[in-house]
């Protein structure tokens, strides 16, 4: 299940936030500053991170920053009650999701919040099924009738010709397909 972390240095709003999200059936976390959301994102185990830009000693823009150097995989939603065009700009430059306004409307929170948990699937989805599609075919053997299939195939890939590809079940054509698809 996707889970929560909600970075804020005032205890109330963590848990305000904390608890609206708790109440649409999502696993939520809190930290009270930026220092704090670096070590627990590092395990990776949080799919978006709420996160006050105003924070006492790392700020929520250089945290921001620095999750997405490490390589964190999590949409940043970033929130303050002081926010401006600029750092909503900047934040988004950043990498961030999307910037939200305190006081805080409950239903846009739990909007974005579920709108960056969709993007977040999405991109592990697209992730997993590029690897899925361009992990490289090879042709196992090295029989004579083999060597000669593996050349045909290095042959028709680079090629602008049509292919046909005939056989019996289970010969192994959509093997050589993906192989002339490679090749191409």
């Given at each position: 299940?996707?889970?929560i972390l909600?970075?804020?240095?005032e ?9 609206i999200l708790?109440?649409e059936?999502?696993t939520?976390?809190?930290?009270a ?6 070590e627990r994102a ?6 978006v991170?709420v ?11 250089t945290t921001?920053?620095r ?6 995989d999590?949409?940043?939603v970033?929130?303050s009650?002081h926010?401006?065009?600029?750092q ?16 805080l409307s ?6 974005v ?7 977040h699937?999405?991109e592990?989805?697209n992730r997993e ?7 490289p ?8 009738a083999?060597r ?6 290095e042959t ?11 056989g ?5 054509k ?11």
């Open positions: 299940m996707a889970s909600v970075v804020d240095d205890p109330g709003v963590r848990s305000s936030v904390a608890g708790s109440d059936g999502l939520v976390d809190t930290a500053s930026g220092e704090e959301c670096l590092a395990a990776g185990l949080y799919s991170i996160l006050d830009i105003w924070l006492p000693g790392i700020d929520g823009l921001l920053q999750l997405t150097e490490r390589g964190v999590a949409r940043g970033m929130m009650g926010g401006s065009i600029e909503a700009v900047k934040a988004i430059k950043l990498g961030a999701f999307d910037f939200v306004e305190k006081p409950l239903d846009k929170t739990v909007l919040v579920r709108n960056a948990l969709r993007q699937r999405l592990r989805e099924l590029r690897a899925r599609v361009e992990t075919v090879t042709l196992v053997g090295d029989s004579p083999m000669a299939r593996r050349r045909r195939v028709a890939g680079p090629s602008l010709g049509r292919v046909l590809i005939l019996e079940n289970g010969t192994g959509e093997v050589v397909a993906r192989l002339i698809h490679q090749h191409s």
